[in-house]
């Protein structure tokens, strides 16, 4: 298996501009996890998904963070409009299946905003 | 609410030294713990997990961690560090009846050649 697939690796922005970050999980895994790390805030669970249902989104910051999940290989987190303090990493990760608990990260999404 | 302490933000030590990076966490039913490493620019990587049984877990690179149930701890150690561990080290924990993590804070270990 190939792992967690995010996509863009890298994103650079401006201010104002929609962002659309992906995420192809773990074939077989039902569980689907969003993360923001940032210097100053660390690691925060965004929002995650069960058979791709929303399960918890206490942790997106606010209305312009936006995350689906149409099926169980695709799910994205949107940012509209985007601000400069939205600039970290982001990273995805899936668990589930034979895996259980353990969850498996993704190589991150490095968002830049200007 | 659930809380996983790392109380030790940033560690330096020199190759060849003992490491261990305290793990508390706030929960008093069944856990599931997780170690975590992640090297400078890279994604979390498992270093081990501890379900159930034995409570001394190995896991990948020499890397160990005891679970001590009396002390809601599970703390990491490694005995003799190289330069090439230097990285941020996570603590998470999950309970029976969910798959949300909880993490530490991180800490940062640098180790001087």
């Known amino acids: 298996d190939a792992g967690v697939i995010q996509s863009p690796r890298h994103e650079v922005t401006e201010m104002g501009q929609e962002v659309t970050l992906r995420c192809k999980p773990i074939s077989g895994h039902d569980y689907l996890f969003w993360y923001r790390q940032t210097m100053m805030r660390g690691l925060e669970l965004l929002i995650y998904f069960n058979n791709n249902v929303p399960i918890d989104d206490s942790g997106m910051p606010e209305d312009r963070f936006s995350a689906k999940m149409p099926n169980a290989s695709f799910s994205t987190l949107k940012i509209q409009p985007s601000e400069p303090r939205d600039s970290a990493v982001y990273f995805c990760?899936?668990?589930?299946?034979?895996?259980?608990?353990?969850?498996?990260f993704g190589p991150g999404t490095r968002l830049t905003v200007l | 609410a659930q809380s996983v302490s790392q109380h030790n933000h940033h560690v330096i030590l020199s190759e060849a030294a003992s490491l261990e990076l305290g793990c508390n966490y706030s929960?008093?039913?069944?856990?599931?713990l997780f170690w975590y490493v992640q090297y400078p620019g890279q994604h979390l990587q498992l270093l081990l997990k501890y379900f159930s049984g034995d409570p001394l877990v190995k896991g990948i690179k020499g890397f160990e961690a005891e679970f001590i149930k009396s002390k809601f701890s599970f703390n990491l150690r490694k005995p003799s560090v190289q330069w090439s561990d230097t990285a941020e080290y996570f603590c998470a924990v999950t309970s029976s009846g969910t798959y949300k993590y909880i993490f530490g804070t991180g800490t940062r270990l640098k180790v001087l050649a």
């Open positions: 929960y008093g039913g069944t856990v599931n």
């Open positions: 990760a899936s668990s589930g299946g034979p895996s259980g608990r353990e969850q498996f």
